[in-house]
C-alpha cells in the first residue's frame, strides 16, 4: 500500500480548559485531494495549523510521508514543513516589501536553494509572468491569490493546505479558482487538503470529511450539498 502523504490518527487538541478536537482521523494519499469541511467555529483553523506542523496536537498522532512527526524536535519539524507541506492562507500573507516572484521563491530561499527555474514555470502555468516585479500592494484579490499558489508549490511539497481558498467568493469564481488548484496539483503532482466551511466545494472534491464537535466523520460521495445547514457566506 502507498504510504499515505498524511495520516492522522485520534488527533486531539486542548487549549487551557478547551477541547477544541477531540478525535480527529483522516488519511490523504499522494494524488488525493481532499475537502474539510465544518461550521463556523467546530476547529479548522485549529486542524489546519496543526496538520501543517504549524501548531502540535495535545494527543494522537500525526504522520506525514509516515514520519511521526509529533516526536520531532521543533527544528526537525521545521525541516519536514518545509520540504513537505505548502500553505495557502485565507488572507494570502505576502510579504509586503517583497515582489511577486521574490514572495513565491521564499520556501525555496528558506530551504537554502531550490529551483528558480520551477518559480519561473509556475508563474507562467498560472498567467501571472508579467507580474513578476509587482509588489503585493499592487496586485489585485486574484493575483495575489495566484502568487500565494505559485509560493506554495515552490518546493514541490507532497501536500498543499489550503485555508478556505474560495473564502467570499461568488460560485463563478469560486469554480475558476478551483479549476486553477486542481490544474496547478496536476501540474506539481502534489495532494491537496482544502479546509473549507462552504458546502459548495463538496461536488468538486473526490473525498469529503467533515469537522463536527471536534471529531471527523466520512462524508459519503452521494452525500446531497442541499441537506443539512444553509451555505455560509463567511468563516
Ligand atoms: N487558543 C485557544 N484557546 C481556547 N479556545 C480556542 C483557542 N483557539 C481556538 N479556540 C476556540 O476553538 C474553537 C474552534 O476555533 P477555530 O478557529 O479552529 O474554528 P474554525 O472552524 O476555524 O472557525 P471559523 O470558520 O469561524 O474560522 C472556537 O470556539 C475558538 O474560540
Redesign the pocket.
Known amino acids: 500500500m502507498t504510504t499515505p502523504v498524511l495520516d492522522a490518527d485520534h488527533l486531539g ?1 486542548t ?4 477541547a ?2 477531540t478525535d480527529v482521523s483522516m488519511t490523504v494519499a499522494p494524488d488525493a485531494r481532499t475537502l474539510v469541511q ?12 496543526v496538520l501543517g506542523l504549524l501548531d502540535r496536537p495535545s494527543s494522537g498522532t500525526l504522520r506525514i510521508e509516515g514520519r511521526v512527526a509529533d516526536s520531532l524536535a521543533e527544528r526537525e519539524r521545521a525541516r519536514l514543513r518545509r520540504e513537505t507541506i505548502g500553505f495557502i492562507f485565507q488572507e494570502f500573507q505576502l510579504i509586503a516589501d517583497l515582489t511577486a516572484w521574490e514572495n513565491a521563491r521564499l520556501p525555496q530561499e528558506h530551504a537554502g536553494g531550490g529551483d528558480t527555474a520551477w518559480v519561473d514555470t509556475l508563474f507562467d502555468a498560472l498567467g501571472i509572468d508579467h507580474l513578476r516585479e509587482q509588489y503585493p500592494a499592487t496586485l489585485s484579490g486574484g493575483e495575489k491569490q495566484r502568487v500565494a499558489i505559485a509560493r506554495a508549490l515552490a518546493n514541490r511539497p507532497a501536500i498543499v493546505l489550503a ?2 481558498p474560495t473564502g467570499q467568493l461568488d460560485p463563478e469564481t469560486a469554480d475558476g479558482v478551483l479549476d486553477l488548484l486542481f490544474d496547478m496539483q496536476d501540474t506539481a503532482g502534489t495532494a491537496l487538503l482544502t ?1 473549507s ?1 462552504d458546502r459548495r466545494l463538496r461536488s468538486r472534491f473526490e473525498d469529503v470529511v467533515r ?1 463536527e464537535d471536534g471529531t471527523t466523520k466520512p462524508v459519503p460521495r452521494t452525500d446531497s450539498d442541499a441537506s443539512e445547514e444553509p451555505a ?1 457566506t ?2
Do not use: C, M, Q, Y
Not at 15 to 18: A, H, I, M, S, V
Open positions: 487538541v487549549r487551557g480548559d478547551t477544541i478536537l465544518g461550521p463556523s467555529g467546530a476547529g479548522k483553523t485549529t486542524l489546519f495549523n485555508d478556505e479546509i466551511h469537522l455560509a463567511n468563516s
